[in-house]
């Protein structure tokens, strides 16, 4: 098994554009989730999705889009890219018990100019 | 806001050396987990303790919770150069959906 990817590992944009981020799990896993850390924190929530068609808002969701049209898919879209968003973006995804482990991907790092 | 908040946020240790690090959290939860990150890597799952639980052992690693205290701690015992890396308390609420809150984590310096 692959486990979590994500593509790009790295990307640079400038203030407007707009970007997917791509996360992909080969575990079959029902939940899903991306995450933001920013230099010396932790990561915050940004959207989270409990099965397929099914998404929901995090603690930080303005400026970002998801969905969630298959059970291994769940792309991050941004809007219109702003400085404030330059961080590394986190996929995780985890079985439906209660008490699993969330898997997660390698990152992509995201410079915005 | 951060649920949990780790102390310290660094600790430099001599290889062989005990590492404790805590975590502090707000609202009640259904468990909470902790995870270790290496430069530029994506987190790993290290251990889970459910809130009925008092302490678990996994290898090293001793995790400690006292839910009348809202806290925390992971122990590494005789810690090696391998486990330098940033360690992060995570609480899961219960509630439905993913919602794993993450602490600011402690970055740990296992120095040979």
């Known amino acids: 098994n692959a486990g979590v990817t994500q593509t790009p590992k790295f990307q640079v944009l400038k203030t407007g554009q707009s970007m997917t981020l791509q996360c992909a799990q080969d575990?079959?896993?029902?939940?899903m989730s991306w995450y933001r850390q920013d230099p010396g924190m932790g990561l915050r929530l940004i959207h989270y999705?409990?099965?397929?068609?099914?998404?929901d808002q995090g603690e930080v969701p303005n400026g970002y889009n998801v969905s969630r049209s298959t059970t291994e898919d769940f792309p991050l879209r941004l809007l219109s890219a702003a400085p404030s968003q330059t961080s590394v973006y986190f996929c995780a995804s985890r079985g439906t018990s209660g008490f699993n482990e969330q898997f997660f991907g390698p990152g992509t790092r995201l410079t915005v100019l | 806001s951060q649920q949990g908040e780790e102390d310290p946020q660094a600790l430099s240790i001599q290889e062989g050396e005990n590492a404790t690090m805590n975590c502090s959290y707000k609202?009640?939860?259904?468990?909470l987990q902790w995870y270790r990150q290496n430069s530029g890597r994506g987190l790993v799952h290290l251990i889970l303790?459910?809130?009925?639980?008092r302490e678990k052992h996994s290898g090293r690693l001793r995790v400690t919770l006292d839910t009348s205290k809202k806290s925390s701690s992971l122990l590494i015992t005789a810690s090696r150069a391998a486990d330098t890396a940033s360690y992060f308390c995570?609480?899961?609420?219960?509630?439905?959906?993913?919602?794993?809150?993450f602490g600011g984590g402690t970055r740990v310096l296992v120095k040979p």
């Open positions: 999705s409990v099965g397929a068609g099914i998404t």
């Open positions: 575990m079959n896993h029902e939940y």
């Open positions: 303790i459910r809130s009925n639980e």
């Open positions: 995570a609480t899961d609420g219960g509630a439905a959906g993913n919602k794993l809150t």
């Open positions: 609202t009640s939860i259904n468990n």
